[in-house]
């Protein structure tokens, strides 16, 4: 049995090969559908698609920002002069000679300006960047695998919020059920009470025809239907919290149809009670599609 993940979370993962460390980095948060954005050290492009098929093993929904940032700073390398910014620079210097009343510059000064001096990376054998790219593919590993523990670990506060939000639906809908003033006899005596009012002040209106609309009047507002589907959706979301897994869109369809069920009730409803409980339920059932919106 799967349990409920969250679309949040990070994971994070480092390592490093002789002159050469890395750090793999995962964040991740809501979205529709899965998005993965890239930002992959220089060198490592050809490793973006296999990271994106690791990933997607582990996680179908949610909005991840995946970095590879590489350090070879320890690696050796070597200084090269870039010939044609040196002599920019040294014609620069012949032209301001005479103009300017200062000293000449020494050889620190002119290998200092910027583009002169260029830092190169030492160049990796096959055998070297081979090795690289497992060392990161296995950081990529690492990294998913701490992001899938932090959003289950974030899933499961969730899950018990959905889980205490859909009891208090089953509940309101109880009382809704139980409440007299849902009863078709109340409806009913409710509106023999108006017909009679109007009746005595002389409408011109048949008090059989009268008696007919009322009847049709108690039928439509007869919120029998409204409540068996909640008390439906209710054991299909329950199921579904136990169950886990992916069904953060499920679980959106279900709370768009406690909502649709909320709403019908309060528009039938003649009674004050009963109305402010389907506000009740409107409230949460917002609360409840708030959460599922972290759900994957």
Not at 33 to 55: T, W
Not at 141 to 168: H, K, S, Y
Not at 227 to 246: E, I, M
Request: include cysteine; charge should be negative; aromatic fraction near 2%.
């Amino acid at each position: 049995m799967a349990a409920l993940a969250s679309m949040t979370g990070y994971g994070r993962a480092s390592g490093s090969l002789p002159g050469i460390a890395f750090v793999v980095e995962i964040k991740s948060v809501n979205g529709r559908g899965l998005d993965m954005r890239m930002r992959l050290a220089p060198g490592l492009d050809a490793l973006e698609s296999e990271i994106r098929r690791r990933i997607g093993k582990a996680i179908t929904r949610g909005s991840l920002t995946v970095s590879a940032s590489v350090d070879r700073e320890g690696a050796a390398g070597r200084v090269v002069v870039n010939h044609q910014a040196l002599e920019a620079a040294l014609e620069g210097l012949m032209w301001l000679d005479g103009r300017v009343d200062a000293a000449r510059p020494s050889l620190d000064g002119i290998l200092g300006l910027k583009g002169v001096l260029e830092q190169h990376e030492a160049l990796l054998s096959a055998d070297e960047e081979e090795a690289l790219s497992a060392a990161i593919l296995a950081a990529v590993d690492r990294a998913v695998a701490a992001l899938v523990a932090a959003r289950a670990e974030e899933g499961a506060r969730i899950a018990q919020v959905l889980a205490d939000r859909i009891d208090e639906i089953a509940a309101l809908a109880e009382a809704a059920e139980r409440h007299p003033g849902r009863s078709r006899d109340t409806v009913l005596a409710r509106l023999r009470q108006q017909l009679a009012e109007l009746v005595e002040v002389g409408t011109g209106i048949a008090e059989e025809r009268l008696a007919q609309e009322a009847v049709l009047l108690a039928t439509k507002a007869d919120i029998r239907e409204e409540l068996d589907r909640l008390v439906v959706h209710v054991a299909a979301a329950r199921q579904l919290v136990v169950a886990g897994g992916p069904v953060g869109r499920k679980l959106d369809f279900l709370s768009q149809e406690f909502n649709r069920e909320a709403n019908t009730l309060c528009s039938k409803s003649a009674d004050v009670a009963l109305t402010a409980i389907g506000l009740d339920l409107k409230a949460v059932i917002d609360q409840l599609r708030e959460q599922i919106q972290n759900i994957e």
